[in-house]
């Protein structure tokens, strides 16, 4: 009875073993959320303005100031973000969307003027 299933058994593990092919190789980097870039409306480059930002609605968070006018907000996190700049007396708020998929967060670039 044995001799009988041996062939059929093989054929049963030939899709598991293809399946296994297709798995996503993620990388251990993590992804910035959200990278916003700051202008004011001659379109110079903003470098003293402050960023925060929240996620569908809750505590409001720094963005980190790398380089001159752009700022990382968020690693890492998905959902809905209001980045809120503020400079001086002006307040300036987008939203934006971030989606992931199964590794990272599909990161998403924003350019906002404040004067």
Not at 7 to 26: H, K, N, R, T, Y
Not at 77 to 91: C, K, M, P, Q, Y
Not at 92 to 111: P, Y
């Amino acid at each position: 009875m044995r001799s009988l299933l041996a062939p059929f058994l093989s054929l049963c593990l030939i899709p598991l073993a293809a399946c296994s092919s297709d798995e996503v190789a993620c990388t251990t980097i993590a992804a910035v959320s959200v990278t916003v870039t700051v202008v004011d409306s001659t379109e110079a480059p903003v470098t003293d303005a402050e960023l925060t930002y929240t996620v569908n609605g809750g505590a409001a968070k720094p963005c980190e100031q790398v380089v001159e006018n752009t700022y990382d907000c968020g690693v890492e996190e998905s959902g809905n973000f209001v980045i809120t700049a503020t400079r001086d007396a002006a307040t300036k708020t987008a939203n934006v969307t971030v989606t992931a998929d199964e590794c990272h967060v599909i990161g998403q670039t924003l350019t906002m003027t404040i004067d």
